[in-house]
Nanobody
Framework: QVQLVESGGGLVQPGGSLRLSCAAS????????MAWYRQAPGKQRVMVGT???????LYAYSVKGRFTISRDNAKNTVHLQMNSLKPEDTTVYYC?????WGQGTQVTVSS
């Protein structure tokens, strides 16, 4: 079955960086688009960025220029490099593909 396991979340100071990873299994990763979403308490889950099967990324306006999505097809892993983090980036981040979600990883940006 499809499994998406996120890791890399944690506490970081404003202006800092974190790298999230999503280990995927149970489907053909190399031909699948992947995405990262985030959801604050009481709010809808929103897209942070996507990456196509061929590696083309798209980003939400709020993170463009600060976040970078990449994929490693040899390791069935997608990454989200987050730089210049702001307190408003604090929330749970989810990996997504084709109707399947990971369990999420908490990112907290605070001094």
């Amino acid at each position: 079955q499809v499994q998406l396991v996120e890791s890399g979340g944690g506490l970081v100071q404003p202006g800092g960086s974190l790298r999230l990873s999503c280990a995927a299994s149970g489907f053909t990763f190399s031909t699948s688009a992947m995405a990262w979403y985030r959801q604050a308490p009481g709010k809808q889950r929103v897209m942070v960025g996507t990456i196509s099967a061929t590696g083309s990324p798209l980003y939400a306006y709020s993170v463009k220029g600060r976040f970078t999505i990449s994929r490693d097809n040899a390791k069935n892993t997608v990454h989200l490099q987050m730089n210049s983090l702001k307190p408003e980036d604090t929330t749970v981040y989810y990996c997504y593909t084709s109707g399947f979600w990971g369990q999420g990883t908490q990112v907290t940006v605070s001094s």
